[in-house]
């Protein structure tokens, strides 16, 4: 079997700030090469180098990629070795198992002081302004996520919860059955999509392409979709199943997509921003319908209205933000990017890639 690539996004712009899984991945990994410096592009094109070598060796490797700018790359996790290859200096990582787990790889002394000097008062003004940007950006995300619960209040009044716990008892039954496995479940964590200045991205179907049943779960916000994850996840856990859950971008506290790997299974939130349905091509794609256990009223269908053109009037703000927060930090990377020795760059990096 060929190597397996996996994309994921290595942190999400959400209303309750910036969450990562790099914590998590730590966990998850036996050994973890920390990438101190200031932060270019240049590095990303390294990890990028270092996943594709990886590649070719057959190894499976997940590539995490940065919200603010396409291709470029955060972190590389080596699944086949528990591997992870991080740049760790924003979001700043520290490492905590030296001289077993972790290695730091400085790449400080890459860097022309002369030219950072030059350019000190061009970074500290280009610093204040994605600062300036970022602020405002988060406060739109925390503006839209308010304005989500208040479209959550709105839907959960006319919820026929019963009918939904007796839909989520099926389900449970058909999904697990007698099954239990004899050993303890492995629980990991991924994101699923995030905010970015072209608007909500996500890597579903990257994520989903080696799995043989995905289930999309249809529902209005508040309607018990992320609870249902947790409770599969838990069931899961419960049998010995390893689990993988998958957050979401706008809400960190909630879960977008539960997969159970070794039955090559998952369901997740196919509503906005991530809009879904099944793909008559692939025979394990169905529908799990949560709408039809919530009856509106014209009264509230049209309060809802007015809730989602003021959510999508936040979201809207966020993404002109976030592009603007990404135009003042691509400019801040190119400067960074200007000041490396290439000499040293190479001498500090030819042996990491001479490893693999």
């Known amino acids: 079997m060929s190597a397996t690539i ?4 290595g942190h999400a712009m959400t209303g309750q700030g910036m969450k990562n899984v790099y914590q998590d991945l730590l966990n998850e ?17 390294l990890l990028q180098e270092i996943g594709d070598k990886h590649l070719e060796k057959g190894f499976d490797v997940e590539f995490y990629y940065d919200p603010l700018f396409e291709n470029t790359v955060e972190a590389i996790f080596v699944r086949s070795k528990n591997t992870l290859y991080l740049g760790a200096t924003n979001p700043s990582i520290e490492p905590t198992l030296l001289g077993t787990r972790d290695q730091i790889i400085s790449l400080y002394e890459c860097f022309n002081k002369e030219y950072i ?11 204040k302004e994605s600062e300036k940007w970022h602020n405002q950006c988060f406060g739109s995300l925390s503006s839209a996520l308010r304005i989500h619960d208040d479209w959550e209040v709105e839907t959960q009044r006319h919820m026929d919860w019963k009918g939904l716990n007796a839909q989520i ?11 239990e496995l004899n ?18 991205r996500d890597t579903l ?6 799995l043989e049943r995905r289930v999309f779960i249809k529902g209005y916000p508040g309607t018990g979709k992320s609870s249902l994850m947790k409770k599969i996840a838990k069931d899961a856990l419960a049998r010995g199943f390893d689990v993988q859950m998958v957050w979401c ?19 997740f939130d196919s509503t906005e921003p991530h809009v879904y349905f099944p793909d008559e091509s692939r025979k394990g794609d169905e529908i799990f319908d949560i709408a039809k256990h919530c009856k509106l009223t014209a009264v509230e269908e049209k309060n809802i209205m007015e809730i989602v053109s003021q959510y999508r009037k936040s979201m809207n703000n966020a993404i002109e933000y976030a592009g603007r927060y990404a135009s003042a930090i691509k400019e801040l990377r190119q400067l960074v990017d ?18 693999i």
């Open 183 to 200: 050993k303890e479940g492995t629980l990991t964590h991924r994101l699923l999509g995030t905010l970015t200045p072209n608007g909500a």
């Open 338 to 355: 200007d000041a490396i020795v290439e000499n040293e760059w190479e001498v500090r990096t030819a042996s990491l890639l001479n490893e």
């Open 205 to 210: 179907q990257d994520i989903t392409k080696n």
């Open 29 to 45: 990994s036996s050994t973890v090469y920390f990438f101190k410096g200031p932060q270019g592009f240049k590095l990303s094109s």
């Open 249 to 267: 971008g706008l809400d960190s506290k909630s879960i977008d997509m539960v997969i159970l790997p070794e039955i090559k299974f998952c369901i």
């Open 6 to 9: 996996t994309k994921y996004f």
């Open 169 to 179: 008892g099926t389900f449970l039954n058909d999904l697990f059955g007698a099954m």
């Open 117 to 127: 000097t030059a350019n000190g008062e061009k970074i500290s003004q280009l610093v």
